[in-house]
């Protein structure tokens, strides 16, 4: 059975993006890059919410972004991915697959199949989904010691409380804090 994972950065006061998409905010140095360049080779199925989808596709596929993350760029680029849309008809990003219609119904039947485990990158709206759903195994939470004054809560619209335990953590010299929680 595949398990059905989330990576995905936060401000301090739990914003996982600014005003109009925002995400500059966010620290992404060389360990961070290192740490991203490692976690591509894990060989996941990425999956995307719309808008996710569509900022990752408009930057990772170019020079400026083979140039900047070499190793991540390529990984990025190479994975297969899944992006959850019902107005995405022909996607430009190579090794992407269009889901539409029940999300829910359809991460049930991925997780029930053999193969690649599955790793939601940003995409708030789905993570607040799958999370009531209870489908998600491992939540990756990188913290950056930044507040901004609004923006979208990572778990915006989440409808009953989600507890979870704390498994793993790693400091990073930037002060960004990566936290790995299961469900409990």
Do not use: C
């Not at 398990?3 to 966010?26: A, C, Q, R």
């Amino acid at each position: 059975m595949r398990t059905l994972n989330i990576f995905n950065f936060i401000t301090l006061n739990g914003f996982y993006k600014g005003e109009d998409n925002d995400i500059s905010w966010h620290r992404h140095g060389e360990e961070e890059a290192q740490y991203s360049a490692n976690a591509m080779k894990e060989d996941t199925i990425l999956l995307f919410g719309r808008v996710t989808y569509e900022m990752m596709a408009s930057w990772w596929p170019t020079p400026m972004a083979a140039e900047a993350y070499p190793e991540v760029a390529k990984g990025m680029n190479n994975a297969e991915k899944i992006v959850f849309s019902n107005t995405i008809e022909d996607p430009k990003w190579m090794n992407t697959k269009v889901i539409s219609g029940d999300i829910i119904e359809k991460i049930h039947q991925l997780k029930s199949q053999p193969g690649k485990d599955m790793t939601v990158l940003g995409s708030g709206s789905i993570v607040s989904q799958f999370a009531d759903a209870g489908l998600i195994d491992t939540y990756r939470i990188m913290t950056d010691p930044v507040v901004i004054a609004s923006g979208t809560p990572i778990f915006n619209g989440i409808k009953k409380p989600l507890n979870l335990e704390l498994t793993d953590t790693k400091t990073f010299k930037s002060g960004v804090i990566l936290a790995t929680y299961k469900p409990l």
